[in-house]
């Protein structure tokens, strides 16, 4: 192989690893987003059926106040 073929190679081999080294790097960040969007879906269906639970409560209260007043 010719000094111009060892080149290209070398600059081959270079922006491979470049690459490689951006998408391990992009893919750990995804991870963390999906785990982070995890999280706060879980939180927010928490939250959901809380004000889901207090909904009810608050209007079995009105009905109550209804009737008595």
Same mark, same amino acid.
């Given at each position: 192989?010719? &000094?111009? +073929? $060892? $080149? /290209?190679? &070398?600059?081959? $081999? $270079? /922006?491979? &690893?470049? !690459?490689?080294? #951006? !998408? %391990?790097?992009? %893919? *750990?960040? @995804?991870?963390?987003?999906?785990?982070? @969007?995890? *999280?706060? %879906? *879980? #939180?927010?269906? *928490? !939250?959901?059926?809380?004000?889901?639970? @207090? %909904?009810? #409560?608050? +209007?079995?209260?009105?009905?109550? /106040?209804?009737? !008595?007043?």
């Amino acid at each position: 192989m010719n &000094s111009h +073929g $060892l $080149l /290209v190679n &070398s600059c081959c $081999l $270079l /922006v491979n &690893s470049a !690459f490689t080294r #951006e !998408f %391990t790097r992009f %893919t *750990r960040e @995804f991870a963390r987003f999906t785990r982070e @969007f995890t *999280r706060f %879906t *879980r #939180e927010f269906d *928490r !939250f959901t059926r809380e004000f889901t639970r @207090f %909904t009810r #409560e608050f +209007g079995q209260y009105i009905q109550l /106040v209804h009737l !008595f007043a």
